[in-house]
């Protein structure tokens, strides 16, 4: 392997947990042959599932790859809405597909058929609206059960929604809703967090002083009318409207647009080392394949689960695993509004036991959190309704695996570990839950069909040991761009190897052909399962008045795996400043620029930034300085006693 290619593999796990034979008999999946047959003829294997969604018109050919583009279900024609709720309503009209509650507590229940009932309501809003198949809405609600019926209501008219996380700031949106070109916002009047309301109406009116495609603002009432404050409530006549008068008047009954396999489903954005978001683009017939099958045999689903993942719509996550996936599978979802700890420690656990969950997916950073405050909190509650538990967002490290084993599934519950990406669209690697032994911190194996490797730099697989994580085949729910920027889409994912993904990762394989995620290998930082790039923390820093340079490091945390550290040079008039003053107020600078995901965890006020001869910033040695490490090499340096110096002013202000 070259020197380049090679990754520290410094964790031994040795723990390993089969699936009990009661979870082994009753799983969906038992073929111990599937990855096998998977391989040997992949084309073959996706077809099949793509054969149990519903299609108006069959594909003519299964794979068009001419890389780095891939067609999949050519000539095929459906409609994501129509396989997430029409097709349920014979058998399934009358089952709950969403319970949902708020963090205030209000409860909200709605069957498929209320649900189909809702969306269609909805898209006929949309298009009274004047938005047509190919238009890009923006989506930037709290996890209310409109924002699942605002992106239902899309797909049902063959509308491209872009949803943006309700915690970003309006810099954020704006930025957002300017590259999707979108015609249309839905916001709601507020959300809450951790008892506070988040005026979401007045940000989106913020953002959209500066966005003008946008003709027609929809908004949710997210409280009873009588209670909105008007601080929250700013509506303009013929452009601004509410929800609920809409869809009042609206019918009940709206036609799928049946649209091209290929057509877009969605565009999210996720953070690039450019600093510019990135518009990843999905399409409808292979990632609805992938992430119906992936959500059927990763969490082992059945008719009567209670299925819950905790993630916010605003990411993948909640688009493949709370939206998708379970309703193309008829599941009954469980969604919730608020933060972990409010206005209790015990309120996801207090939660499962109300409503009987059973299936319980959530990030490695909550769990880390979770072990913080304690394990009575989950021991107070009931939890024996839980049969399977998943991670999802970043690698987990095996401490906080064995506790999520032994305190939350009770040393019942197989744990599947995943790993994929925004830009994969569905999981890529995991244990399938009745036939993989899983090992904590260890994603296991590749899904059935995803021809996922680790190569070194050259491009040759490494069987034993660390290297790239790369995916060597087209999968079907693979991104299919990014928004208007093709060269991008081609130099960030495929110009390593020709015709091979480049994931981006660190991984290593160990003897038994189990993958361990190593973490990112550019300058990405991965803080509670976001990705934020390190050029847009920068950026913000230096928007605000004292700052000259900035440079922004992932650092170890207890909680969230990864935070942000910021090393900052203050310009010349502003050197009689106070360090603790303004370090607040270039935080609150960052989250009024970014959002408060972006916070750094700690800033340093430094004279000099550690660069090359050309001026490029070693954050590898920011790194170094920021985890106490050993200095590497330092003789690409234009200056090597910078480092020294700012090695010692961090080891005194820690």
Same mark, same amino acid.
């Given at each position: 392997?070259t020197?380049e290619?090679?990754f520290?593999?410094?964790l031994?796990e ?11 008999a ?7 042959k ?5 391989e040997a003829?992949?084309?073959?294997f996706?077809e099949g599932w793509?054969?149990?969604l519903d299609w108006?018109?069959p594909?003519?050919k299964?794979l ?5 583009h891939?067609?999949?279900?050519v000539?095929?024609k459906l409609n994501a809405?129509?396989n ?6 014979e058998?399934r %009209?009358?089952?709950?597909?969403i319970?949902w509650?708020?963090e205030?507590?209000d409860?909200r229940?709605?069957t498929?058929r209320q ?7 909805f898209a006929n809003v #949309?298009?009274s609206?004047g938005i047509e198949?190919?238009?890009r809405?923006? &989506? ?5 059960p ?6 239902l209501a899309?797909a049902r008219?063959?509308a491209?929604h872009?949803?943006?996380f309700a915690?970003?700031?309006s ?5 957002r809703?300017v590259?999707?070109g ?5 916001t709601?009047?507020?959300g ?5 309301e988040?005026?979401?109406k007045?940000?989106?009116?913020d953002a959209?002083q500066?966005?003008p495609?946008?003709e ?5 009432l997210?409280r009873p009318?009588a209670?909105e ?8 006549a013929g452009r601004d409207?509410?929800y609920?008068?809409?869809?009042k ?5 709206c036609t799928?647009e049946?649209?091209d396999?290929?057509h ?5 954005y996720?953070?690039g ?5 990135k518009?990843i ?8 394949t992938?992430?119906y ?9 059945k ?6 993942c905790?993630?916010d719509?605003g ?6 695993y709370?939206v998708y996936?379970?309703?193309?599978n008829g599941?009954t979802v469980?969604m919730y509004e608020?933060?972990?700890?409010w206005p209790n420690r015990?309120?996801l656990?207090?939660l ?8 319980f ?17 989950p021991e ?6 839980l ?5 999802v967002g970043?690698p987990?490290n095996?401490e ?7 305190h &939350? ?6 744990i599947v570990d ?9 999981i890529m690697i995991?244990?399938l ?7 904590p911190?260890s ?6 069909g995803?021809?996922?490797?680790i ?10 040991? %660390?290297?790239y ?7 079907p ?9 093709p ?6 994912y ?7 993904y480049?994931t ?5 394989r ?6 361990w995620? #190593? ?5 990405? &930082? ?6 934020i790039?390190t ?9 605000h008045?004292a700052v000259?340079e900035?440079?922004v490091v992932?650092?170890?945390?207890e909680?969230k795996?990864t ?5 900052? &040079?203050?310009k010349?008039s502003?050197k009689g400043y106070?360090p603790?003053a #303004? ?12 959002g408060a995901i972006a916070?750094?965890e700690?800033?340093?006020?430094t ?12 954050r590898? #040695?920011l ?6 490490r050993?200095?590497g090499?330092?003789?690409?340096l234009a200056d ?7 090695k010692?002013r961090y080891?005194g202000?820690a």
């Amino acid at each position: 392997m070259t020197k380049e290619s090679t990754f520290d593999a410094l964790l031994d796990e040795q723990r390993s947990f089969p699936p009990s034979e009661e979870f082994r008999a009753q799983a969906n999946i038992q073929d111990e042959k599937v990855w096998e047959k998977a391989e040997a003829d992949p084309e073959g294997f996706w077809e099949g599932w793509a054969r149990e969604l519903d299609w108006k018109e069959p594909w003519k050919k299964v794979l068009e790859w001419d890389p780095p583009h891939a067609k999949w279900f050519v000539g095929g024609k459906l409609n994501a809405s129509y396989n997430c709720l029409d097709r349920h309503l014979e058998k399934r %009209g009358d089952k709950v597909a969403i319970i949902w509650e708020g963090e205030p507590g209000d409860t909200r229940k709605l069957t498929y058929r209320q649900l189909h009932e809702e969306v269609s309501r909805f898209a006929n809003v #949309l298009r009274s609206r004047g938005i047509e198949a190919g238009d890009r809405v923006a &989506i930037y609600l709290p996890l209310i059960p409109e924002a699942a019926v605002a992106m239902l209501a899309c797909a049902r008219i063959g509308a491209v929604h872009s949803v943006v996380f309700a915690g970003f700031s309006s810099e954020a949106l704006r930025d957002r809703i300017v590259d999707a070109g979108a015609k249309l916002l839905i916001t709601a009047t507020t959300g809450y967090r951790r008892g506070t309301e988040v005026p979401l109406k007045k940000m989106a009116d913020d953002a959209i002083q500066e966005t003008p495609t946008i003709e027609s603002v929809i908004v949710v009432l997210r409280r009873p009318a009588a209670e909105e404050g008007n601080e929250t409530i700013s509506m303009q006549a013929g452009r601004d409207w509410f929800y609920h008068d809409l869809v009042k008047d609206a019918s009940p009954e709206c036609t799928p647009e049946w649209v091209d396999s290929e057509h877009m489903l969605y565009t999210l954005y996720t953070s690039g080392t450019t600093g510019k978001p990135k518009g990843i683009m999905h399409t409808t017939g292979g990632y609805m394949t992938g992430c119906y099958a992936t959500t059927k045999w990763v969490f082992d689903l059945k008719e009567d689960d209670v299925y819950w993942c905790t993630a916010d719509i605003g990411w993948v996550t909640g688009h493949s695993y709370v939206v998708y996936g379970p309703l193309a599978n008829g599941a009954t979802v469980l969604m919730y509004e608020g933060a972990p700890d409010w206005p209790n420690r015990d309120r996801l656990w207090e939660l499962v036991e109300k409503y009987k969950a059973t299936i319980f997916y959530t990030a490695p950073t909550a769990i880390r959190a979770f072990m913080k405050w304690g394990h009575q909190f989950p021991e107070s509650r009931d939890l024996s309704s839980l049969r399977l538990l998943g991670t999802v967002g970043e690698p987990i490290n095996p401490e906080a695996w064995m506790w999520y084993h032994e305190h &939350i599934g009770r040393k019942n519950c197989p744990i599947v570990d995943t790993w994929w990406q925004t830009e994969t669209g569905a999981i890529m690697i995991t244990p399938l839950p009745g036939l993989v032994a899983t090992k904590p911190g260890s994603a296991t194996r590749p899904f059935p069909g995803i021809a996922a490797r680790i190569l070194d730099g050259n491009g040759d697989p490494v069987e034993v040991g %660390g290297g790239y994580l790369a995916v060597t085949k087209p999968w079907p729910s693979m991104l299919r761009g990014i928004w208007g920027d093709p060269e991008r889409f081609k130099s960030q994912y495929w110009a390593k190897w020709n015709g091979i993904y480049f994931t981006g990762d660190g991984a290593k394989r160990d003897e038994e052909g189990y993958y361990w995620l #190593l973490g990112r290998v550019d300058d990405v &930082i991965n803080v509670s399962g976001h990705r934020i790039g390190t050029m847009e923390v920068e950026s913000a820093l230096v928007d605000h008045h004292a700052v000259a340079e900035a440079a922004v490091v992932g650092i170890a945390h207890e909680i969230k795996g990864t935070a942000i550290g910021a090393f900052v &040079i203050i310009k010349e008039s502003h050197k009689g400043y106070d360090p603790k003053a #303004l370090e607040k107020e270039l935080n609150d600078h960052v989250v009024k620029k970014i959002g408060a995901i972006a916070r750094p965890e700690k800033i340093i006020f430094t004279a000099e930034l550690p660069k090359t001869r050309s001026g490029k910033i070693m954050r590898r #040695l920011l790194r170094d300085v920021a985890e106490g490490r050993a200095l590497g090499d330092v003789t690409t340096l234009a200056d090597p006693a910078v480092v020294n110096a700012l090695k010692d002013r961090y080891e005194g202000e820690a």
